[in-house]
């Protein structure tokens, strides 16, 4: 009992102090804070006869546990439970959670309970009151204004229902599903508190919170409008301020701009902003997934009192006739996997570690589409995603069948909630408008369509019943574990084909699918193997094994002879990879490769050099893979990979021999390891020969043990330790436990050399915001058009006119810096009103200019650190032929330095246009130590013509 009040007081420490983090250079977060709420909870399985809300009642005989949280673990075999794929009683429990929490706040502020996703309804209690009850889906975020039942400054007590009863009206029950509905509070929980005048959640309404969208989307600029909700729960109008800034990856502030509105009581305001990106500008795509921050800071009158920040990415696709789906211009195939959430034994329990990791194993096996079968998914897979260059398909929960107008109704929430939310996801290419099977439904097209009409919708039909094409939606979203006849004219996904281990079925299809410019997508089921109940038919065509044997990975994610296919077929980098035995077996060696032809040796003899497969069931693929007839008995084999006849690649294989010892390994090693349970590790114990190949038929038990601040996973029912093995390898997982230190597990196995690893564990922050805010550098960017005084001057440049020798200074206003030019010879200014073509047209058509010598360009009263300066100098007489022939001398703190510009690599011959390029332009780094000026002195190097100086472009970089 001591120890549990230990615990208790040490984590309300944390809640309460997490705030005080010190946020990155630039952040400003107002009043807002965000605390990770998933350690420190007390749970109790099943209901009870008195309601255990009350802030005095007695849970200290409950167990200790952290969030992501699954009611029940289960075995591998799901405990082989009898019970239908309906699934009305099997972990359809009622599950409370409690816990106590300190809150130092404002008084004026607003406190909100945040939750991404409970099982399946949700009641809440803080203090013994009632807050309310979510009883909508399972799968979607959610959260409760308990401002009016908290005491600041005290300890309070906040108790959860989670109720994951077999329902009528929550979809996907109550109908058979194809994926378990496991129980618990298994997404993150947060307290959020901010200002009274602050930004809303995004589901709240189809105006709330923030969208962007990317309406312009060109190959060298795009336009990008953020609608931002602001909410006025105090009792008085308030002036409000919103100013956004475009922030790039490296933190520099791009673009910004303010509006004002005055919000009345109780009164939601919609602010909408757009601004043009043409500096530093980058598509987002799977190869370059460049993402953008849009962050927002709210103020009253002059005071900062909510912020919000997303990502975005600008991104175009249509689908065309002929090529397809295309992507910022490019036809791209598009070729990945079906996801479903759960693990073995933990459900859906996942933290966000897990997530990255297996989008990541996507991305590095080449898949450019993940389908989110077949329900929403979690934030941080989408923000993964994001990150990574994956696009998705994403659907609301269903599978087959559908229910009444409450049951329907309730779908229509959770799809809109889970559009709201996810909307701002470039990652995002598709949203599910059909029932898994059945084909589209009206209701759930016009639903996605009115809340995002800027994306696709998908059909999710079958090829035994609904319609044979797109229907009422914009894509034909089909499933082809056979040979599927294609439709006339649709736009085609295959959203689920086939998979078998050794490829050869992923293979068919994939080529199958890309020989019909129509079809833009092959996506298998699946991308890791997952637990299923068995049908309520009772036939032997339909029984099957509590796990699936057909994914890309394993349950636990360990990658198959497949996934090494998929690499040598979407991968660039050259590959050879001979599969293992679960693949290569019965007369048959395959190898997978990127390379135009492989050699495979046996014990040092050559058995074969061969192209790939040339077989019809493979013609449309860029790299089939290479069957070698060959009975393999012992010995090495050794594959090369030639290309243009030059050895490329290589890849030994031993035949695996007698299970000999263990090799021991983290899934994840590259990311922090968080103490206090909430984020968990799988621990693989693969089962080596003495040539370390994994024994993937061998049938060992492995004991795992664990020393250090961490636990096994278990709770000694679900036979998780001893663990078997699978295909060579035995899995485990590990949390931390509160204190910090280095974790080490050991595997052992009777008659084997036992094998072990250690991983560190570092100290968990709540606090949310500092987690994730990032420096934002606000440094001027100023755009300076120089001419005469009659100049056209360039949009949303600053204007430098002048006639004589006493207009040769400028100001920057936000710096205080002074500009000068000069020169030995007489300079003259061009701005009569003239124009020409091309890109930045009115910066190039003017300026000022010498007949010959130097030109000198000063900058003083300069703010320490370092620039980058970009000068333009298209000649608009007819006397030069317009040339990179320009010498640059740079004097600054470092030194002197001098060059021959060569920035622009062709030259201009028509002083009236630069075609679609912008002027001839030197960009120069600088280094400014704030005392002393910076100086730079320009040169032609042709004997005769002018030299000219339209403008300039400076911004700090450091």
């Known amino acids: 009992m001591k120890l549990n009040y230990l615990f208790i007081s040490l984590f309300i420490s944390t809640v309460t102090f997490a705030q005080k983090t010190k946020l990155p250079q630039g952040f400003e977060a107002g009043d807002r804070t965000k605390t990770n709420l998933n350690i420190g909870w007390k749970f109790h399985l099943g209901d009870l006869e008195h309601t255990p809300t009350a802030t005095n009642f007695d849970d200290s005989s409950w167990e200790n546990v952290s969030i992501p949280h699954t009611t029940q673990l289960v075995s591998y075999e799901m405990d082989s439970i009898k019970e239908t794929w309906i699934q009305e009683k099997y972990l359809r429990d009622i599950s409370w959670y409690r816990k106590k929490i300190k809150i130092n706040s404002k008084s004026s502020n607003k406190i909100f309970l945040e939750f991404e996703a409970v099982h399946n309804a949700t009641e809440v209690w803080v203090n013994g009151k009632k807050v309310g009850n979510y009883a909508v889906n399972g799968y979607v975020p959610f959260h409760f204004d308990i401002t009016g039942f908290v005491i600041l400054g005290q300890e309070n007590t906040i108790a959860i229902k989670a109720d994951n009863s077999f329902s009528q009206t929550i979809a996907p029950d109550p109908h058979r599903t194809d994926y378990v509905k496991y129980g618990g509070l298994y997404r993150d929980v947060y307290l959020v508190a901010t200002n009274p005048l602050h930004v809303n959640f995004n589901w709240e309404d189809y105006d709330a919170g923030v969208h962007i969208t990317t309406p312009t989307v060109n190959k060298h600029n795009g336009t990008v409008t953020i609608k931002t909700t602001v909410k006025n729960e105090s009792t008085a109008a308030k002036k409000t301020t919103i100013r956004t800034t475009i922030i790039d990856k490296d933190g520099m502030v791009l673009k910004k701009v303010s509006s004002e509105a005055t919000i009345a009581a109780n009164a939601n305001y919609t602010f909408r902003q757009s601004l043009v990106i043409e500096d530093e500008y980058h598509l987002w795509s799977p190869d370059s997934p460049y993402l953008y921050r849009v962050n927002s800071v709210i103020y009253d009158h002059e005071t900062p009192v909510d912020f919000v920040e997303n990502t975005f990415g600008f ?347 263990i090799k021991v390994e983290y899934n994840i090693n590259d990311k922090p390891f968080y103490a206090g349970g909430s984020d968990i590790r799988l621990v693989y114990a693969s089962i080596l020969d003495e040539h370390s190949e994994v024994v993937t038929n061998t049938k060992n038990e492995v004991q795992f043990s664990i020393s250090g601040p961490g636990e096994i996973i278990d709770n000694g029912k679900i036979y998780a330790n ?130 010959k010598g130097e030109l000198t360009l000063k900058l003083s009263n300069l703010n320490t650190g370092k620039y980058a300066l970009e000068t333009f100098h298209h000649a608009r007489n007819t006397d030069i032929k317009i040339t990179n022939e320009i010498e640059v001398t740079v004097d600054d703190v470092d030194g002197s330095f001098t060059r021959t510009s060569d920035d622009h690599i062709v030259n201009y011959y028509d002083n009236n246009s630069t075609g679609e390029r912008q002027p001839i332009s030197i960009h120069s780094i600088l280094e400014s130590d704030g005392s002393n000026p910076v100086i730079l002195k320009f040169k032609s190097k042709n004997e005769k013509g002018s030299l000219w100086l339209n403008g300039f472009i400076l911004k700090r970089i450091q």
């Open 315 to 661: 991104r175009k696709f249509t689908l065309e006739k002929g090529k397809g789906f295309v992507l910022n211009g490019e036809p791209l195939f598009l070729v990945g996997a079906n996801r479903h959430q759960s693990y073995p034994n933990i459900g859906d329990a996942v933290p966000n570690s897990f997530h990255y990791n297996e989008a990541l194993q996507y991305k590095k096996a080449g898949m450019n589409i993940i389908r989110t079968s077949h329900y929403t998914q979690d934030d941080a897979f989408l923000k993964a995603c994001d990150e990574l260059g994956i696009l998705i398909y994403e659907e609301p929960s269903t599978w087959i069948e559908w229910g009444g107008d409450t049951w329907f109704e309730n779908l229509e929430k959770a799809t809109r909630t889970m559009i709201r939310n996810h909307r701002n996801h470039p990652s995002i290419i598709v949203w599910g408008a059909g029932i898994n099977h059945r084909g589209p439904v009206p209701r759930m097209q016009t639903v996605a369509k009115e809340e995002d009409p800027f994306r696709l919708t998908a059909s999710a039909s079958a090829p035994w019943d609904g319609p044979k094409n797109e229907g009422i939606t914009d894509v034909h979203a089909t499933m082809d574990y056979r040979r599927t006849e294609f439709p006339e004219s649709a736009f085609t996904m295959v959203m689920e084909h086939g998979s078998s281990p050794n490829s050869e079925v992923n293979q068919f299809h994939i080529s199958r699918y890309k020989g019909n410019k129509n079809n833009f997508a092959a996506i298998t089921w699946l991308g890791a193997d997952y637990n299923h109940l068995q049908p309520d038919i009772v036939d032997a065509q339909w029984s099957r094994d509590f796990m699936t044997t057909y994914g890309v990975l394993s349950p636990y994610r360990v990658p198959k002879p497949v996934y090494y296919w998929y690499q040598s077929e979407l991968v660039a980098k050259p590959m050879v990879h001979i599969a293992d035995e679960t693949a290569s077996r019965d007369g048959k060696i395959r190898v997978f490769s990127n390379c135009q032809e492989v050699a495979l040796y046996h014990n040092g003899k050559l058995i074969a050099r061969q192209v790939p497969d040339n077989d019809l069931t493979k013609i449309n693929l860029n790299h089939p893979s290479f069957t070698f007839k060959y009975n393999w008995k012992e010995g090495v084999l050794k594959a090369i990979g030639y290309t243009n006849g030059e050895k490329v690649m290589e890849f030994t294989r031993h035949k695996q021999g007698k299970p000999h010892h």
């Open 722 to 851: 001893p663990a078997l093995v699978y295909n060579g390898v035995a899995a485990i997982y590990v949390k931390a436990t509160n204190g910090t230190g280095t974790i080490t597990v050991t595997a052992k196995a009777t008659g084997l050399k036992s094998g072990k690893a250690t991983i560190n564990t570092v100290k968990f922050n709540t606090n949310e915001i500092a987690n994730h805010a990032k420096p934002i550098y606000d440094f001027p960017i100023t755009r300076v058009d120089i001419g005469g005084e009659k100049q056209l001057v360039q949009f949303e440049w600053n204007e430098w006119s002048g006639n004589t020798d006493n207009d040769l200074n400028y100001t920057i206003k936000e710096t205080d810096t002074q500009v000068e030019i000069s020169a030995d010879e007489k300079i003259n200014w061009l701005g009569n009103g003239t124009s020409m073509l091309g890109d930045l047209s009115f910066v190039g058509t003017d300026g000022v200019y010498i007949e």
